[in-house]
């Protein structure tokens, strides 16, 4: 039977959710307790990579077994194997083809941002003491809803066939002493959301214009792009798929 996952994560201890061979990943760690409690090999299929130090709310992956899971029971006792910053919330019997990965239809990050310093949140904000113009923030946001090619946000070097993602919503929220990131898109690049961010931060500090963030855009250029801003502050968290509710 195939099962879907669904879970969440602090990445601050981790180096990414895909097993690394000299370094302690999410997926590594819920293999091992999968397989422990199932008595069998268990490896799971995430429904995408996320960076060293990155977060998920809203996490999904697959995995095969010849065990009836009694979904209650399995995830109390996954969950008491588990440390502290991975949760189990759901285990769904799906049909023996769905893929986590390939039938995800969109994904939802958020990037976190906080004005003032906090001493208790630092691990999962970026702290920036720097007054940032959220309105020029969101008018530049909303023009990548016009946009296909995202290859200046791109990783350099990565193995992809297309830059091409097809971005549905991206806007900033102000919540108290925090700034909140809000992008969704059928599918990402290799630290893109980090990228945008850092591109958008630069429009907020008056460093670039709307007109220049439009040309980086179409120059598909990384170098002519903004910073990258620090892993902590980025969370997944929502992944849609046609036959889960």
């Known amino acids: 039977m ?17 097993y690394q061979p000299s370094a302690i990943s999410v997926q590594e760690t819920l293999n091992k307790v999968f397989s422990t409690l ?11 990579r996320t960076d060293t130090g990155v977060h998920a709310s809203k996490m999904f ?67 920036t003491p720097k007054n940032l113009d959220i309105e020029k923030m ?11 090619d995202f290859q200046c946000f791109s990783k350099v070097n990565t193995d992809v066939n297309t830059f091409n993602c097809k971005i549905t919503e991206a ?3 102000k919540e108290k002493e925090s700034l909140i990131f809000t992008i969704s898109a059928d599918r990402f690049l290799r630290n893109m959301v980090r990228a945008i961010v850092g591109t958008l931060v630069n429009v907020g500090l008056h460093k670039i214009t709307i007109q220049d963030f439009i040309q980086i855009i179409e120059s598909k250029n990384r170098q002519n792009a903004g ?18 509710k």
């Open 171 to 173: 806007f900033w929220t």
């Open 38 to 48: 199932l008595n069998q090999e268990i490896d799971i299929m995430g429904a995408g």
């Open 2 to 18: 195939r099962y879907f996952i669904q879970f969440a994560y602090n990445g601050t201890h981790y180096h990414g959710w895909q």
């Open 61 to 127: 992956g697959h995995f095969d077994t010849n065990v009836v899971i009694d979904n209650a029971k399995f995830i109390h006792k996954a969950n008491s194997f588990l440390p502290n910053d991975i949760v189990i919330y759901d285990i769904i019997p799906v049909h023996e083809n769905a893929h986590a990965r390939f039938d995800a239809t969109s994904r939802t990050y958020q990037y976190h941002i906080s004005t003032f310093k906090n001493a208790f949140n630092s691990e999962i904000n970026w702290y």
């Open 138 to 148: 969101n008018d530049a946001a909303k023009l990548l809803l016009n946009f296909n």
């Open 227 to 244: 910073f990258s801003v620090p892993a902590k502050g980025l969370f997944l968290t929502q992944i849609d798929y046609p036959y889960i």
